[in-house]
């Protein structure tokens, strides 16, 4: 079974339905979730094979200053058995 990558990152907020609606158009790039709606905060699983392609458009939106903080993370829904 291939797993996920995990990243999160902060999303300026009024640009929250640009950024969801481009990364929507990528058949199968990420699936994205708020985790925090207050803080702009989302979450991102990313196919190993789509990962590449992934850090092409978020390193895009940094530049644009609508991404900030991008971070790979330990997948949170993985448990220690899965590891």
Not at 14 to 27: A, Q
Not at 33 to 44: D, H, I, M, P, V
Request: proline share 4%; glycine share 2%.
């Amino acid at each position: 079974m291939q797993l996920c990558s995990y990243y999160q990152a902060l999303v300026k907020r009024s640009d929250t339905w640009f950024l969801t609606s481009v990364l929507r158009s990528f058949e199968h790039l990420t699936f994205d979730r708020t985790l925090n709606s207050e803080q702009g905060l989302f979450e991102f699983f990313v196919p190993e094979n789509a990962e590449p392609y992934f850090l092409h458009v978020m390193d895009y939106f940094q530049k644009q200053h609508i991404v900030t903080g991008l971070q790979k993370l330990p997948n949170r829904l993985l448990t220690d058995a899965q590891v």
